[in-house]
């Protein structure tokens, strides 16, 4: 899977740009806040219809402007994709594929597999829970379109249920209808711990193995399922929590509440591993992502790395590098010289400068 070029339009920083790319390294160089990550945003949003920093669309469009457009062209299994997107600053955005525009933005996942790796993603394991559950959330949505459906309609009936919470004090009678809502919590809620379980009992011998890689030492790293509940009482606990709902107005049980645990040896990484065993746990988990895309559709992702290599060692910069051979690469760094340091192959290298893109 690769993308070919991108055209951005009225995008962040950019007036106008095209750019092709190599199908294996692709390096966007340059001082900082010139419009490299903008680049690495784009080909994230063309694939999975979000930016990775949360950035509403209305953010997104170029100061004066209503309107931004990026149009891409990927490979998959040798077929062609032409992928259309509009950016609207009061609406919501448009997406076409091959000239069909889609009904739903949701309806784009699946079709482009991205990693994406950025020096936030190190601390991914100190971070709060809701990093680590858009992480699963994100690589599985990629993934399966049945995980898509699932987690789709369970946000949404929980931002239901927690409306109707705040409406009872207006209209009390509502609390009747309160057990039909319960009844969709309790069958999507399962279906999304079903899968995340699932998904966890193949990451972990990925993630094992390419840990032990990078140490050097054969440490058992296992990665828990902290779940809020499991799928066998969940019915239970929203039945045993339905006064405190009512009384705090939220939905207090369930997946929105999951967690991930990181344990070395049986020792918790996040609450007593070192800053160091947190970062190389880190950085194995955004490796297992490539690994698991590999597994699952037997294809490599694109992987978008933005000035990553800066925040790692001469070890980990090293790991990285060599893991990434054979695997579509889109590169920022402000510098070219950690890539000459580890005669790094530079496929195509580009100077970013003020939004001004030039092949070197």
């Known amino acids: 899977m690769i993308i070919e070029s991108i055209e951005i339009e009225n995008f962040r920083n950019y007036e106008k740009t095209y750019i092709e790319f190599d199908k294996n390294t692709n390096i966007f160089y340059g001082d900082n806040a010139q419009g490299k990550t903008n680049v690495l945003e784009a080909v994230f949003l063309s694939g999975t219809t979000k930016s ?156 094992n193995d390419i840990h032990s890689k990078l140490t050097g030492k054969n440490d058992v790293l296992r990665v828990v399922y902290d779940c809020d509940c499991t799928e066998e009482d969940y019915g239970e606990k929203i039945k045993a929590n339905k006064i405190k709902d009512l009384k705090y107005k939220t939905t207090s049980v369930g997946p929105h509440r999951d967690d991930l645990k990181f344990y070395i040896e049986n020792v918790n990484v996040r609450k007593y591993g070192s800053q160091g065993q947190q970062r190389t746990v880190a950085l194995s988990l955004k490796l297992s992502e490539i690994e698991m895309v590999k597994i699952t559709i037997g294809d490599t992702p694109i992987l978008l790395l933005d000035d990553v290599l800066s925040e790692l060692d001469a070890n980990r910069q090293n790991y990285l590098l060599s893991s990434i051979k054979n695997i579509q690469t889109i590169i920022t760094c402000t510098g070219l010289d950690d890539f000459i340091k580890n005669r790094f192959t530079l496929n195509k290298c580009f100077e970013v400068t003020d939004g001004n893109i030039i092949l070197r």
């Open 52 to 207: 990775h920093k949360g950035s509403k669309d209305s953010e997104i469009v170029r100061f004066g402007q209503t309107d931004a457009y990026i149009r891409s062209n990927f490979i998959k299994n040798d077929v062609a994709y032409k992928v259309n997107m509009q950016l609207r600053s009061s609406k919501k955005k448009s997406i076409s594929i091959n000239g069909e525009n889609l009904k739903k933005a949701a309806q784009l996942l699946g079709l482009v597999n991205i990693v994406f790796f950025s020096p936030e993603d190190l601390s991914i394991i100190k971070s709060g829970p809701s990093e680590r559950r858009r992480f699963i959330d994100l690589e599985l949505c990629q993934l399966d379109k049945g995980y898509l459906f699932n987690l789709t309609n369970y946000n949404k009936i929980v931002n239901q249920r927690n409306k109707l919470l705040k409406s009872m004090d207006n209209n009390y009678s509502l609390k009747d209808t309160i057990d039909v809502w319960d009844e969709q919590l309790k069958f999507y809620g399962t279906e999304v711990i079903k899968r995340r379980k699932k998904f966890l009992e193949d990451l972990n011998p990925v993630i």
